[in-house]
């Protein structure tokens, strides 16, 4: 790879963390899927934030009463229209009860802290992040000698190692210590008590090595241990920390625990690390075969100038209006880097803060499947790393026996509920608010997930044993929610369309109502789904019938008398238009039940749905929702507003770092006006997904190529997206030189595929000709876009050479 594409990989700042009280959001972040550091990149002082997937803390978790009784008087008041009083009887009986559940939130392990010398202060300032190989470098000078330190999380040996580097032989002299994560570098919410502080926090050293341990709530231990290694130098202990004199080098070896007892935690990973001989260049090479086999499956191509300005230089240009190429190429780049460093198998998804939570009591630090999580994980498929959904799926089935206690105990019925916010220590539903209780859309929304996974990867046996199971929990619990109403059609009540009130101020004050489209939208997807699977594989015989008729009850999606799609299904809730979420429009994005080709005129309707709902203005948007618009408008065909979108968050919501916020902090105008501005990395990874929709749509059988092109983007190469089929799909474009060639590889099976291409391109007929390996058929009739039919052979590439009738853009 030459230095410039090498370039589009890399962050470089030119400044340390200093940001609004709490360094650690603005910390360079490495992680192999379980085991996090954040990197502060100070000269005098360093701070490496260590973090673990499963360390949370602060739950209570007491028995969950069972209310269900209440739900056929809330639901007589409901279809009364007396909403209001019905609207908190559910929570008012949980409360009642006694229920008073605490959701627990992730718990920084501790801090590593380096301690330099300083002698003329520092000169020539960076710190990077090769996204490649997920090393992060800190560089200065210092006396006229140059300096350094580089680390990595290991995705092959799990564990931190670090290495501190001098120009000069015998220039390193650093104290090296592992403690609690600093008090002081927390920021709370307007308002919020402090949080309280882990219990029996105690730090040691004996010169090779240092550790730490505290106590969490629960009584158990947590820490890590630190194996110093200088070459060359004098290495001692004092006042619990390691002091290193006059090393050209020193190697930094740490692991972590999250339970046990802290001394027979410290003698065992004393040990461990004893025994590793390896130094840091053969620990980083066997780290980097793991992540950059993940990182560089896809790779992206913009042909984007300046790929090596700082971090600061990028944003003070998207700041004048537009973000730069090298800046939408390496912010693609970082959600891919950050879900790979955040979710690996066997461990946890990653939450709505990554695996880098610095807080105490975090702010919205927990699972949320009202969309966040969600957002999180729709790149993992279409960027070919279908592997990072499978901590989603382990998640949810280790919790399933809570989420069909949830469905028991509040509404009376089989199958499972998802509460919108999780942790993983317990699935039982603990935010006690209506539009939590209410919204019963979480599994389905979670089933899209396991469906998709089959669909792009082809594993059958997923789909038998996993997939459909989970889709079948799903429909069980329709079967006893959903309610036949006097047409005939199905009626979900109590329902609630996140996060939004009807616009004539019917309903329950906090949105509680009858028939969500978005409760239908999912529902109709889930049961489709389930049918088609359990058919195609002789599961559930028995109980097709039940839900086919299910879907023939199902209400077909309403216009409103502004022609666009309704929010409920209600004829007595109004639309509200002035609201950020976008739930009904579920059909188009993210499911796929609803395009242009298969239904216009409501395709049209769901357009004109977008269209009303701009009244919102910018003022009201957030990290995740410009993020969500993105994904929706290149769904719609809509590259330039798709990109306007990424322009708006990276002007708004992005820091130094290159992290997204919750919401613009600084009263800039664009963004939801809040002097608290949590971190909310599902932004990150929701851009990486809207570019990834802008460059290529799937379904079973269909190909969308460049669907929403922005006329920005001139000329570019993308390598490894996978579309659905398990197809593996290439683009190179140029525009200036009418240029489009696609190459797809279907990797398993043999396969018939029709192939949309761009507006204003056809197919070169010489190319079709000479493709031993495919069939290709004109299409018959006008086409708004041209098309191509073509048998894919398993394993055997084929090429699609197309032209641009004229210039485009």
């Not at 202990?237 to 046990?260: P, T």
Request: glycine share 10%; proline share 5%; net charge negative.
């Amino acid at each position: 790879m030459d230095r410039g594409s090498a370039e589009a990989w890399r962050l470089k700042l030119l400044t340390p963390s200093s940001w609004w009280g709490a360094k650690w959001r603005e910390a360079l972040p490495a992680g192999n899927g379980r085991l996090g550091a954040a990197v502060y990149g100070g000269v005098h002082q360093e701070t490496i934030m260590l973090t673990h997937g499963d360390l949370w803390w602060q739950s209570r978790t007491p028995e969950l009463p069972d209310v269900s009784g209440r739900l056929a008087e809330m639901r007589r008041l409901m279809l009364a229209g007396r909403e209001a009083e019905a609207e908190p009887m559910l929570i008012e009986e949980l409360q009642d009860l006694g229920y008073d559940p605490v959701m627990a939130v992730p718990l920084p392990l501790g801090d590593l802290t380096v301690r330099y010398e300083v002698g003329e202060g520092f000169k020539h300032y960076s710190r990077e992040l090769d996204m490649q190989t997920g090393e992060i470098t800190v560089r200065w000078q210092d006396r006229g000698a140059a300096f350094e330190r580089a680390l990595f999380v290991s995705r092959s040996d799990d564990m931190v190692v670090m290495e501190l580097r001098a120009e000069e032989p015998s220039a390193v002299k650093v104290g090296l210590s592992l403690g609690l994560h600093d008090p002081a570098d927390v920021k709370r919410p307007p308002g919020r008590p402090e949080a309280p502080l882990p219990a029996d926090a105690e730090s040691g050293a004996d010169g090779a090595y240092v550790w730490y341990a505290a106590r969490s709530d629960d009584g158990s231990d947590f820490g890590a241990v630190a194996r110093i290694v200088p070459a060359a130098g004098g290495l001692a202990a004092g006042r619990a920390e390691a002091v290193v004199d006059g090393a050209g080098k020193v190697l930094v070896l740490l692991r972590m625990f999250v339970s046990g007892s802290r001394e027979a935690e410290w003698a065992r990973l004393k040990a461990e690390l004893a025994a590793e001989q390896r130094g840091y260049r053969e620990l980083l090479a066997a780290h980097v075969r793991e992540h950059r086999e993940l990182f560089g499956r896809m790779t992206l191509d913009l042909h984007a100038a300046g790929r090596d300005r700082s971090n600061e230089e990028l944003l003070l240009e998207a700041y004048q209006g537009e973000a730069p190429l090298a800046l939408l190429e390496k912010m693609w780049a970082y959600g891919r880097y950050l879900l790979i460093s955040s979710s690996r198998e066997g461990g946890s998804p990653c939450h709505l803060y990554g695996l880098w939570c610095g807080e105490y009591r975090g702010f919205w630090a927990f699972n949320m499947a009202n969309e966040n999580l969600q957002m999180m994980y729709w790149q993992a498929l279409s960027g070919r790393m279908p592997e990072l959904l499978l901590p989603v799926f382990d998640y949810m089935e280790r919790l399933l026996d809570d989420f069909r206690l949830n469905a028991q105990r509040l509404f009376g019925c089989r199958g499972i509920f998802i509460p919108a916010p999780t942790a993983p220590d317990s699935g039982l539903i603990k935010t006690l608010a209506p539009h939590i209780v209410h919204w019963t859309g979480a599994a389905g929304w979670v089933a899209q997930h396991y469906y998709d996974y089959y669909l792009y990867t082809g594993d059958r046996e997923f789909l038998r044993n996993r997939a459909l199971p989970f889709l079948r929990e799903v429909a069980l619990f329709y079967e006893d929610f959903f309610v036949v109403g006097e047409d005939g059609r199905l009626l979900s009540c109590p329902s609630n369309s996140p996060e939004n009130k009807p616009g004539n101020g019917a309903g329950g004050p906090k949105g509680t109502t009858v028939n969500a489209t978005m409760d239908f939208a999912i529902a109709k997807e889930v049961l489709g789904r389930l049918v088609a699977g359990a058919e195609s594989e002789g599961l559930y015989p028995g109980e097709i019938a039940a839900w086919k008729e299910l879907l023939r009850r199902i209400p077909d999606y309403q216009v409103n008398e502004d022609g666009a799609i309704r929010e409920w299904m209600h004829p007595a809730y109004d639309d509200e238009y002035h609201h950020r979420h976008q739930s009904h429009l579920y059909p188009v994005f993210p499911g796929k039940e609803v395009t242009k080709e298969n239904a216009p005129a409501l395709f049209e309707a769901f357009w004109t749905a977008v269209r009303k709902r701009l009244v919102v203005g910018i003022k009201e948007q957030t990290g995740w929702s410009l993020a969500h618009m993105a994904n929706l408008y290149a769904r719609l065909g809509e590259g330039d507003l798709a990109l306007e979108c990424l322009n708006l968050l990276s002007r708004s919501s992005v820091i130094n770092n290159f992290f997204t916020l919750h919401n613009d902090w600084r009263h800039m105008g664009i963004g939801l006006s809040m002097d608290w501005a949590p971190v909310q990395l599902d932004a990150n990874m929701g851009w990486t997904a809207a570019v990834q929709e802008m460059l290529l749509y799937s379904e079973p059988g269909r190909l969308k190529v460049l669907p929403a092109l922005p006329s920005k983007w001139r000329k570019g190469r993308v390598q490894g997206l996978l579309a659905c089929g398990g197809i593996e799909v290439d683009i190179d474009w140029d525009l200036e030189r009418k240029m489009l060639v696609v190459k797809l590889l279907s990797a398993k099976d043999d396969q018939h595929v029709t192939i949309d291409l761009p507006e204003g391109s056809e197919a070169a007929e010489d190319d079709t000709i000479r493709q031993e390996s495919v069939k290709m058929e004109a299409p018959s009739g006008p086409k708004q876009k041209p098309e191509v039919r073509s048998l894919l052979k398993a394993g055997k590439a084929v090429i699609l050479t197309a032209a641009f009738r004229t210039p485009v853009g």
